[in-house]
Protein backbone atom coordinates (compact mmCIF):
# COMPACT_ATOMS: atom_id res chain seq x y z
CA UNK A 1 0.00 0.00 0.00
CA UNK A 2 1.63 3.25 -1.13
CA UNK A 3 2.13 5.79 1.84
CA UNK A 4 3.15 9.18 2.26
CA UNK A 5 3.68 10.52 5.55
CA UNK A 6 4.90 14.42 6.22
CA UNK A 7 6.67 15.34 9.48
CA UNK A 8 7.98 18.31 10.91
CA UNK A 9 5.64 21.02 10.82
CA UNK A 10 5.16 23.57 13.72
CA UNK A 11 4.90 26.79 15.14
CA UNK A 12 7.66 29.21 14.13
CA UNK A 13 8.51 32.69 14.48
CA UNK A 14 8.92 35.08 11.18
CA UNK A 15 12.47 34.80 9.72
CA UNK A 16 13.14 31.48 11.17
CA UNK A 17 13.33 27.59 9.69
CA UNK A 18 11.73 24.45 10.11
CA UNK A 19 12.44 21.34 7.70
CA UNK A 20 9.36 19.18 6.30
CA UNK A 21 9.96 15.43 5.53
CA UNK A 22 7.70 12.95 3.24
CA UNK A 23 8.40 9.56 4.40
CA UNK A 24 7.53 7.30 1.49
CA UNK A 25 7.03 2.95 1.56
CA UNK A 26 4.65 1.01 -0.50
CA UNK A 27 6.03 1.51 -3.84
CA UNK A 28 7.10 -1.34 -6.37
CA UNK A 29 9.92 1.69 -7.84
CA UNK A 30 11.25 4.62 -6.45
CA UNK A 31 12.22 6.61 -9.32
CA UNK A 32 9.09 9.06 -8.79
CA UNK A 33 8.52 12.66 -8.57
CA UNK A 34 7.60 14.17 -5.00
CA UNK A 35 6.20 17.40 -4.80
CA UNK A 36 5.36 19.83 -2.06
CA UNK A 37 1.95 21.68 -1.67
CA UNK A 38 0.18 23.78 0.52
CA UNK A 39 -2.93 25.13 1.35
CA UNK A 40 -3.55 28.46 3.27
CA UNK A 41 -7.55 28.95 4.95
CA UNK A 42 -9.76 30.45 2.15
CA UNK A 43 -7.17 29.36 -0.14
CA UNK A 44 -6.45 27.69 -2.85
CA UNK A 45 -3.83 24.64 -2.96
CA UNK A 46 -0.56 25.96 -4.23
CA UNK A 47 2.34 23.87 -5.23
CA UNK A 48 5.58 25.10 -3.58
CA UNK A 49 8.03 22.49 -5.12
CA UNK A 50 9.10 19.41 -6.58
CA UNK A 51 12.18 17.31 -7.13
CA UNK A 52 12.35 15.14 -10.29
CA UNK A 53 12.41 11.01 -9.65
CA UNK A 54 14.50 10.72 -13.21
CA UNK A 55 17.66 13.16 -12.34
CA UNK A 56 16.62 14.72 -9.19
CA UNK A 57 16.18 18.61 -11.01
CA UNK A 58 13.83 20.44 -8.99
CA UNK A 59 11.32 23.13 -9.67
CA UNK A 60 9.28 26.03 -7.11
CA UNK A 61 7.30 28.15 -7.04
CA UNK A 62 8.19 32.39 -7.45
CA UNK A 63 6.94 32.82 -3.68
CA UNK A 64 9.35 30.10 -2.26
CA UNK A 65 12.53 30.60 -4.54
CA UNK A 66 15.85 31.37 -2.57
CA UNK A 67 14.20 30.71 0.96
CA UNK A 68 13.26 27.34 0.38
CA UNK A 69 15.46 23.65 -0.76
CA UNK A 70 14.09 20.59 -1.62
CA UNK A 71 16.23 17.54 -1.30
CA UNK A 72 16.03 13.43 -1.41
CA UNK A 73 17.52 10.59 0.34
CA UNK A 74 16.97 7.65 -1.88
CA UNK A 75 18.27 5.63 1.15
CA UNK A 76 15.51 6.32 3.50
CA UNK A 77 13.00 7.12 1.02
CA UNK A 78 12.42 10.55 1.98
CA UNK A 79 12.02 13.85 0.66
CA UNK A 80 12.63 17.17 2.59
CA UNK A 81 11.42 20.35 2.20
CA UNK A 82 13.62 22.80 4.28
CA UNK A 83 12.44 26.22 4.78
CA UNK A 84 13.83 29.19 6.01
CA UNK A 85 13.77 32.96 6.66
CA UNK A 86 9.80 32.01 6.43
CA UNK A 87 6.83 34.85 6.95
CA UNK A 88 3.73 34.86 7.91
CA UNK A 89 2.07 34.01 4.51
CA UNK A 90 4.21 30.64 4.53
CA UNK A 91 1.36 29.64 6.95
CA UNK A 92 -0.69 26.75 5.56
CA UNK A 93 -0.90 22.74 5.91
CA UNK A 94 1.71 21.51 3.92
CA UNK A 95 1.40 18.33 1.69
CA UNK A 96 3.69 15.88 0.08
CA UNK A 97 2.45 13.95 -3.09
CA UNK A 98 3.58 11.85 -5.57
CA UNK A 99 2.18 10.06 -9.14
CA UNK A 100 3.97 6.83 -9.83
CA UNK A 101 5.74 8.72 -12.56
CA UNK A 102 9.25 10.55 -12.37
CA UNK A 103 8.12 14.01 -13.83
CA UNK A 104 7.07 17.04 -11.72
CA UNK A 105 4.44 18.27 -14.14
CA UNK A 106 1.92 15.56 -13.86
CA UNK A 107 -1.49 14.70 -11.70
CA UNK A 108 -0.66 13.66 -8.48
CA UNK A 109 -2.50 10.74 -7.23
CA UNK A 110 -1.43 10.06 -3.88
CA UNK A 111 -1.49 12.36 -1.08
CA UNK A 112 -0.06 12.85 2.79
CA UNK A 113 -2.00 13.75 5.61
CA UNK A 114 -0.30 17.12 6.32
CA UNK A 115 1.09 18.90 7.91
CA UNK A 116 0.65 22.62 9.89
CA UNK A 117 3.13 25.26 9.74
CA UNK A 118 1.95 28.42 11.44
CA UNK A 119 4.50 31.59 11.44
CA UNK A 120 3.45 33.90 14.24
CA UNK A 121 5.00 36.23 16.58
Known amino acids: QVQLVESGGGLVQPGGSLRLSCAAS????????IGWFRQAPGKELEGVSC????????IYADSVEGRFTISGDNGKHTVYLQMNSLKPEDTAVYYC??????????????WGQGTQVTVST
Open 97 to 110: ATHDGSSCRAEYKY
Open 26 to 33: GFTSYNYA
Open 51 to 58: ISGSDGST
